[in-house]
């Protein structure tokens, strides 16, 4: 947790005003009733505040503010219950919007988690504060106890869970975001865009910019300049944008991203020394946003970076999942949008790298992986691993092959016997 901590405020801080104020639960002031601090490694201080089952018991803690400001309040806890509910209060007031907290369990009691109070159905709750100091009182408001490690408050624009945005906060993300992102994200798919089912991709500037699968939004937050443009083909049942070039002599570059309309998988196929930089390929734009029960969360994404230093190929992130060919890897980079960019190293079959992962919902156990191996001279791409056709097709997926030659180009070829050459560049 403590790991986690550091990581997380290390994502965000580029862009946060106000200082973080952490507070330790096992240094409370005041137990108005029957509390225990227990000795639990994985909390933040190696303590934690338990044993409050009962309706009333308040624990109060006192913390000093250095920088008055509008803060957002987060906490840390472990809980093996489904849920409890606590009421928050400042001073000795509600909190508005806070009179009733419902806070999700954790799993266990020995699993630490996070979240960022927010009112129901609304975006977090900002809580001003003065210089000088004050008192944080949590109060059981029902009848189950709950592990409470620590409490930070902290800038807005300091990310330490996932939290829901509020319509303002959804707006002013958008904002910040290069064009063609804002506008996939605010209006959806346009022409120009690959869009099939619940997937819609959008690309500018050489890039896979923006795109939204089912009910998660990734973006690249910044402009990026090539010049390459993409093109759009249809092998039904499925749709596809490919980029080409020769950069210099002796090397040439393909990009393919292919969608059956539950997921796309995104391959890149190079010839030449430098075509992937490092020896990893990167491509997939990080994950900012998620619908829940219909309400935008923004991630947090120093837990996915974390994630991602697991060396693993599969990446579950709210109903998607992103697995690639190999582990993936991701550096968080900062920004006026900290994001997490995503790579992998590429398989090898004598000049020719190729490197491809796929982003959709694990529709059945099997498909939550991508299979890519070397074939003779070829480097064949199956968007999903171990799918007969006949099961592909009981579940309604769209199944694809996609054979890379040594030249990089590609034979493209759908479960329903339909096929697109692209040629070298
Ligand atoms: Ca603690």
């Known amino acids: 947790m403590r790991i986690a901590l550091a990581l997380l405020l290390a994502a965000s801080v580029a862009s946060a005003d106000l200082p973080s104020i952490t507070i330790e639960a096992e240094e409370y002031t005041e137990a108005g009733g029957q509390v225990r601090v227990l000795d639990r490694p994985a909390a933040s201080g190696g303590k934690c505040v338990s044993y409050w089952e009962e309706p009333g018991v308040a624990v109060t803690c006192a913390f000093e503010v250095a920088e008055a400001g509008d803060y957002c309040l987060t906490l840390g806890y472990a809980l093996q219950w489904p849920d ?44 001003p ?49 290069p064009a063609t ?3 996939l994200l605010l209006d959806g798919p346009a022409e120009g865009d690959l869009a099939l089912g619940d997937v819609a991709l ?11 699968v089912g009910d998660v939004f990734l973006a690249v937050p910044r402009d990026v300049e090539m010049p390459v443009e993409w093109e759009h083909h249809r092998v039904e049942p499925i749709a596809l944008a490919t980029i080409s070039g020769v950069p210099e002599a002796g090397h040439a570059l393909r ?9 796309f ?3 890149m196929a190079g010839i030449g020394e430098n075509t992937m930089s490092d020896d990893r390929a990167s491509g997939i734009p990080s994950p900012l946003i998620v619908w829940r029960n219909g309400r935008p969360w923004r991630l947090a994404l120093g837990a996915m970076e974390q994630k991602l230093g697991q060396g693993e190929r599969v990446l579950p992130i709210d109903g998607v999942v992103i697995s690639a060919n190999e582990p993936l890897a991701g550096d968080l980079l900062s920004g006026p949008i900290p994001w997490v960019q995503i790579a992998w190293p590429p398989i090898i079959a004598g000049d020719l790298k ?12 099997a498909d939550t992986r991508i299979e890519v191996h070397a074939d003779g001279e070829d480097v064949v791409v199956r968007s999903s691993v171990d799918m007969p056709p006949a099961l592909a097709q009981f579940y309604g997926i769209p199944q694809f092959e996609v054979r890379v030659h040594p030249d990089v180009s590609m034979t493209i070829t759908t479960d329903a016997g339909e096929t697109l050459e692209l040629r070298a560049p």
């Not at 000795?92 to 799993?107: I, K, W």
């Not at 807005?156 to 319509?167: E, Q, W, Y």
């Not at 990009?255 to 997921?263: E, L, Q």
């Open 84 to 127: 409890t509910r606590r009421e928050v209060r400042v001073d000795g007031e509600v909190v508005p919007g806070l009179e009733d907290v419902l806070l999700p369990g954790t799993g266990t009691w020995a699993d630490f988690g996070a979240i960022t109070l927010a009112a129901p159905g609304a975006g977090r709750a900002r809580i």
């Open 129 to 177: 504060l003065t210089a000088g100091p004050h008192t944080l009182t949590l109060t059981n408001i029902d009848s189950r106890g709950l592990a409470w490690d620590y409490a930070i408050f902290h800038d807005p624009a300091t990310l330490l869970a996932d939290v829901p945005l509020s319509d303002a906060e959804l707006a002013v993300f958008a904002e910040a975001l």
């Open 181 to 183: 992102a804002r506008r």
């Open 202 to 212: 959008a690309f500018s500037g050489g890039m896979m910019q923006a795109l939204r």
């Open 255 to 263: 990009g393919v991203v292919v969608t059956n309309g539950t997921s």
């Open 265 to 267: 998988v995104t391959i």
């Open 354 to 365: 190729v490197a491809a992962a796929k982003v959709g919902p694990p529709l059945t156990p």
